[in-house]
C-alpha cells in the first residue's frame, strides 16, 4: 500500500466560527486579514526605499542588489498573504517565495565585493594581495578531527571558495523549487510529514545543508574584511540579510517538525491548516515590518545623493572633488528597475564558479584538499593561469557603470606599495 499524506484539502481549514465577536469569523478568516494588512505596510515601506534609491541611481553596480535585497520584503508578505488566503496552493507559493531568498542572499555578496573593489579584475588583483584569514568558528573544530578545512595560502583560492559556495544556493534553490513543484504534483511531497517515504524531508534536509554553507561563508566573508568594509557601516546591512533569510527559514522548518511529530495539533477553533500555514504566516507578515523598517536604517538611500557620497568620499579619505554623482535610472527610475530585474549577472556568476570549481581544477596543482593548494609562483592563486585569468578580466563579469573608489584608503595605499 503506497504512502498516505494526512495533509488533506477537504477538513484543513475547517473550523468553528469565534463567537463575541461582532462578526461571524474563523481562526483562519482573522489570520489571513492579520497578514494582509501587515503585508501593506510591508510592501508600502519596502517600495517607499527602492523608488528612493531607482530616483537617486548613483551607483548602479551597487544599488541594483539593494532593491534587490529590499525586494525580498514585499515578495515574502505578499506571498504569504496569498498562500494563507489560497491554502490548497499554499506550497507553490512558499517555494517560489523562498527561491527567491536565494537570490537576495546571492545579491548581498555582489554587494560586499563591489564594496571591495568596483569590477571583477580589481577584485581579482585585490585578492591575489590580500592574505587569507584563517576560517571563523567551527572551522577549527573540522580540522582537529581531521578534516581538512584549512586556509588557503592564495587569497584569490579564498574568494573563488566563497564564490561558488555562496553562488551553489542559488542554483540548488531553483534546482528543489522545481523539485517541490514536481512531487507536490504528483502526490509525493507532503510539507506536513517528515517521513522519509516523502519528497518534503529530504528536500529540506539539502536546503539546510546548502543554505547554511551559503551562510557561513558570508560570515567568513564579512568577518575577514570588517576593515576593508570599515567605510560602507556594513554591520546593520549584514545584520539584516542574516536575520530574514536564517530567522524565517529555520522558523519554517521548526513549526513544521511540531505539527509533524504532534507538539502541536489542531483543536475545535484552530485547523491543521491555521498551525501548518497560518501561524508562519502571520508571524513572517508581523516580522517583515520590522524587518522593512531595520532596511531603511541598513540601505539607506540618502547615501547615493551627492551629500552622502561626499561623507563617503571624507571617510575613505578620498577628495571630494573627484566625485561624479549624476543619476543612470532615467525617468521616474524605469532603468533602475529594469536593471534590477535582469538576472544576467547571476547566471554569469553562477558559470564563473562553475568554471572555477569543475574546468579550473585541471589548472589547480594536484591535492587532496581543495582547501590548500599548493604554491605555485606561475600561478599563485591555484585557479587563474595568464591566458585564462586575461581572458575572464576582460569578461568583466561584474560590469561597472561607475568607479566608487571601493577600497579603503589604508588598503590602496598597502597595495600601490
Known amino acids: 500500500m503506497g504512502a498516505f499524506c494526512n495533509a488533506t484539502d477537504g477538513e484543513y481549514f475547517s473550523t468553528k466560527k469565534i463567537a463575541g465577536l461582532g462578526v461571524d469569523l474563523t481562526v483562519s478568516e482573522i489570520g489571513a486579514i492579520v497578514c494582509a494588512v501587515f503585508a501593506f505596510f510591508t510592501t508600502s515601506i519596502a517600495l517607499f526605499l527602492i523608488q528612493k534609491h531607482a530616483l537617486h541611481y548613483t551607483r548602479p553596480d551597487e544599488q541594483r542588489h539593494i532593491m534587490r535585497i529590499v525586494l525580498m520584503l514585499p515578495i515574502y508578505a505578499i506571498i504569504t498573504t496569498l498562500s494563507y488566503y489560497y491554502y490548497a496552493y499554499a506550497i507553490y507559493f512558499e ?3 523562498d527561491c527567491y531568498e536565494a537570490f537576495a542572499l546571492a545579491s548581498f555578496f555582489f554587494l560586499m565585493t563591489y564594496l571591495i573593489a568596483p569590477t571583477l579584475h580589481e577584485q581579482k588583483q585585490f585578492f591575489r594581495r590580500w592574505e587569507p584569514k584563517p576560517w571563523p568558528f567551527p572551522a577549527n573544530l573540522f580540522i582537529k578531527i581531521g578534516i581538512p578545512f584549512r586556509t588557503p595560502r592564495s587569497g584569490l583560492t579564498w574568494f573563488n571558495i566563497v564564490w561558488i559556495c555562496t553562488f551553489q544556493y542559488c542554483a540548488i534553490r531553483v534546482l528543489s523549487t522545481f523539485a517541490s513543484l514536481a512531487t507536490q504534483w504528483f502526490g509525493l511531497y507532503c510539507q506536513a510529514s517528515w517521513s522519509p517515504v516523502f519528497a518534503h524531508v529530504w528536500i529540506t534536509v539539502i536546503i539546510i545543508i546548502m543554505i547554511t554553507i551559503a551562510l557561513y561563508m558570508l560570515v567568513a566573508f564579512y568577518t575577514s574584511l570588517k576593515d576593508e568594509l570599515e567605510p560602507y557601516r556594513p554591520f546593520l546591512k549584514f545584520v539584516s540579510i ?10 519554517t522548518v521548526i513549526i513544521s517538525a511540531l505539527m509533524s511529530f504532534k507538539v502541536i495539533e489542531p483543536g475545535e477553533y484552530v485547523s491543521q491548516g491555521d498551525l501548518a500555514t497560518g501561524i508562519n504566516a502571520v508571524l513572517v507578515s508581523i516580522e517583515m515590518v520590522a524587518f522593512a523598517i531595520l532596511h531603511l536604517f541598513s540601505y539607506p538611500w540618502r547615501d547615493y545623493t551627492e551629500e552622502g557620497l561626499a561623507e563617503r568620499y571624507k571617510r575613505m579619505g578620498l577628495a571630494v572633488k573627484d566625485l561624479d554623482v549624476h543619476n543612470k535610472g532615467g525617468r521616474f527610475g524605469w532603468r533602475a528597475w529594469i536593471d534590477t530585474f535582469n538576472p544576467w549577472d547571476f547566471i554569469k556568476a553562477l558559470a564563473r564558479g562553475l568554471r572555477w570549481l569543475f574546468v579550473g581544477v585541471k589548472k589547480r596543482n594536484a591535492d587532496a584538499s581543495l582547501f590548500v593548494p599548493e604554491h605555485d609562483e606561475r600561478n599563485p592563486d591555484g585557479f587563474d593561469s595568464p591566458d585564462t585569468d586575461d581572458k575572464d578580466d576582460k569578461a568583466d563579469l561584474l560590469p561597472s557603470h561607475t568607479r ?8 590602496r595605499g ?3 606599495r
Do not use: A, H, T
Open 242 to 251: 542574516k536575520l530574514v533569510i536564517f530567522f524565517i527559514f529555520w522558523q
Open 414 to 416: 598597502s597595495l600601490e
Open 95 to 97: 517555494v517560489i517565495r
Open 404 to 411: 566608487s573608489g571601493s577600497m579603503s584608503n589604508k588598503r
